[in-house]
Structure formats: structure tokens, C-alpha cells
T-cell receptor, first 115, second 116 residues
Framework: KAGVTQTPRYLIKTRGQQVTLSCSPI?????VSWYQQTPGQGLQFLFE???????NKGNFPGRFSGRQFSNSRSEMNVSTLELGDSALYLC??????????????FGPGTRLTVL | AQTVTQSQPEMSVQEAETVTLSCTYD???????LFWYKQPPSRQMILVIR??????QNATENRFSVNFQKAAKSFSLKISDSQLGDAAMYFC?????????????FGKGTRLHILP
């Protein structure tokens, strides 16, 4: 079974631009979560989507948004980029049978650099 | 709010020796999941081991085992017969069993060096 895939793997943008990152979960997985990883703050939860609905959101400004499609693929968008948005963005998927919590499997990440 | 603390930013161990990575957490919930993830220099986060809080038996996966002390809110990872490929950043993580709070809370990580 193919793992979680993220595109693009690397991205360079300038301040003020916007960016869209994509995540394809493991086949059959319906939950997708996004995390931001930086050397200073570590891994921080951005948001989680299940069945095209955002169920949970971390403490990030409204410039960070996301969505999930009917095939469970997810995108996250960051508008008006700031230097501090430079980070590794990780996507994780999990299979959610009913209310059973399951393990999240991570993708390789997208390295975003904001100049 | 839940928190996860890894008090050892870096550790080193001789190849073939055993090393224990510490993790403590704070929660008011009674049912939850705990994980150890490994992130090698390639950056792919890999699940090492998981533990359900309702299970008293400590989880084991080959050379990796945990010491889960629910009352003490402690969740340490023991790596036996350390190998060069074990060198990575290790993250302890907490996940609520409440699907409305479905996010993983990570510790800051412990960088493990394997000495040949």
C-alpha cells in the first residue's frame, strides 16, 4: 500500500505570496492532519480534516487554511506569507473506523522557505 | 491542555548497547494513546511503537519496548541492541481518544546518536 504523499517536496516563496500544499493520504484513510515543524517551536498541530470537514484546529492565524476533497486528498493554503512561515509542513493520515482512534502515518513533508 | 515533555535533548549510546529515552506527559483524560515516532535525517516521520492507555501491558516491537507508568504519567522508550540506523530524532507523542480532539501533541524530541 502506498504511503502518504505530499507535493511539492520543496518550495521557495517570497513574503506576501500565497502557497498551496497538497497531501494524498494512504488509500482508505479518511482523516488527514497537518503539522508545522520548526527548529524553535517543534511540531505543532495545524488542523485535521475528516470527511471533508475540519474537526480540529490548532492555534494558528487565519492565514492558514485547508480543505479536504471527497477522495480524502487534502490541501493547505497559507496566504500573505511571512518569514516565520518557513518550516517543514507534515501531513498525516489515519483510518477512522467509527470512533476508534488509530495511528497517524506521516508523509515526507514539504519544505517551505520564505524569502 | 495536554503537554508532553522530553527532558533529554540529546543522547548518545554505543552500538549494540541499550538506551532509554524519557517522556512524561500531563493530561486529565483517562483514555488516550501514546506514541514514539522516529525522524531520521531524511525527515520521514516513522511510527516506532504505540501504547493504549487502557492496556497495562507494555508494548513491544522487536528491539523497541516501552515502560508505561500511567499513574506517574511516564512513557519511556527502550532501544535494545542499538544499531547505526537507529540514529534519529525521537518524538514522544500523545493523542486523545476523544475524536473531537483528534490531534497529536508532540514533545520537543530527543536526538539519539549511535557511536560505532
Amino acid at each position: 500500500k502506498a504511503g502518504v504523499t505530499q507535493t511539492p517536496r520543496y518550495l521557495i516563496k517570497t513574503r506576501g505570496q500565497q502557497v498551496t500544499l497538497s497531501c494524498s493520504p494512504i488509500s482508505g484513510h479518511r482523516s488527514v492532519s497537518w503539522y508545522q515543524q520548526t527548529p524553535g517551536q517543534g511540531l505543532q498541530f495545524l488542523f485535521e480534516y475528516f470527511s471533508e470537514t475540519q474537526r480540529n484546529k490548532g492555534n494558528f492565524p487565519g492565514r492558514f487554511s485547508g480543505r479536504q476533497f471527497s477522495n480524502s486528498r487534502s490541501e493547505m493554503n497559507v496566504s500573505t506569507l511571512e518569514l516565520g512561515d518557513s518550516a517543514l509542513y507534515l501531513c498525516a493520515s489515519s483510518f477512522v473506523p467509527g470512533l476508534v482512534r488509530d495511528t497517524q502515518y506521516f508523509g515526507p513533508g514539504t519544505r517551505l522557505t520564505v524569502l | 491542555a495536554q503537554t508532553v515533555t522530553q527532558s533529554q535533548p540529546e543522547m548518545s549510546v554505543q552500538e549494540a548497547e541499550t538506551v532509554t529515552l524519557s517522556c512524561t506527559y500531563d493530561t486529565s483524560e483517562s483514555d488516550y494513546y501514546l506514541f514514539w515516532y522516529k525522524q531520521p535525517p531524511s525527515r520521514q516521520m516513522i511510527l516506532v511503537i504505540r501504547q493504549e492507555a487502557y492496556k497495562q501491558q507494555n508494548a513491544t516491537e522487536n528491539r523497541f519496548s516501552v515502560n508505561f507508568q500511567k499513574a506517574a504519567k511516564s512513557f519511556s522508550l527502550k532501544i535494545s541492541d542499538s544499531q547505526l540506523g537507529d540514529a534519529a530524532m525521537y518524538f514522544c507523542a500523545y493523542r486523545s481518544s476523544d475524536h473531537m480532539r483528534d490531534k497529536i501533541i508532540f514533545g520537543k524530541g530527543t536526538r539519539l546518536h549511535i557511536l560505532p
